[in-house]
């Protein structure tokens, strides 16, 4: 016969349950805090004044937890790219959008992007970002594998861009250098050294804006563009 149920340890007064969503904001809150690096299972259970053991009874472990914060993430994106994208955006808007927004969202978090670098984000969150793009590519007339290097491509531009985000140099430390004994190597960098560092969401529109023209150059029967045609 079996014996009396086991009751399960009472929770002390005060303290909320530990579930996915405030494992998620505990691991959020390392992430900006403290960096990528610093994002494991001891530091999110010391945030939330618990033990691993029990972030284990939610969370199989780090890969999973590190899957679940991109796709929160990305699910920050999604929302503000549906609010932005019309019910009949084309394609350039759609790639625009959550390239841009994405970039921002990772960027606001310190070093989010980090975690993108080594695993492919596969959360339902990630994959309607994906959708969407290849989606509106694929309507356009875009062919199949150019339409799936182009969301590679937009991808990887975000995150090598949000990456950048800690990466500045001053422009006197600039100036040292190349209004130094620099300026005699590199005569092209010191004549315009005035110019750097350009800001970097300048940077980022800038190269976004090569990319979805060439994009468009490219498209099946498509016009070429105001002041490149041939001369009358």
Known sequence: MDGPARKEPKRPRGRPAVGRARIIEAALGVLDEEGADALTFRAVAKRLSSSTATLYRHVEGRSELLGLVMDHLLGEADGQIRAQLGANANWDEVCRNSARISYRVMSSHNASAHLF????????????????????????????????????????????????????????????????????????????????????????????????????????????????????
Do not use: C, W
């Open 117 to 232: 670098t080594n695993k492919f984000p596969l959360g339902p969150n990630g994959l309607v970002i994906r959708e969407r793009m290849l989606a509106a590519l694929l309507q356009a007339g875009f062919p199949p594998v150019m339409s799936v290097n182009t969301v590679a491509m937009i991808s990887h531009y975000v995150v090598g861009f949000a990456m950048q985000n800690d990466a500045t140099v001053s422009r006197s430390t600039l100036e040292d250098t190349f209004l130094g004994g620099g300026g005699d190597r590199y005569p092209a960098t010191a004549s315009v050294v005035h110019l750097l560092p350009r800001p970097l969401d300048e940077e980022f529109e800038f190269g976004l804006d090569l990319i979805l023209q060439a994009l468009n150059n490219g498209l099946p029967g498509s016009a070429p563009p105001v002041g490149h045609g041939t001369a009358a």
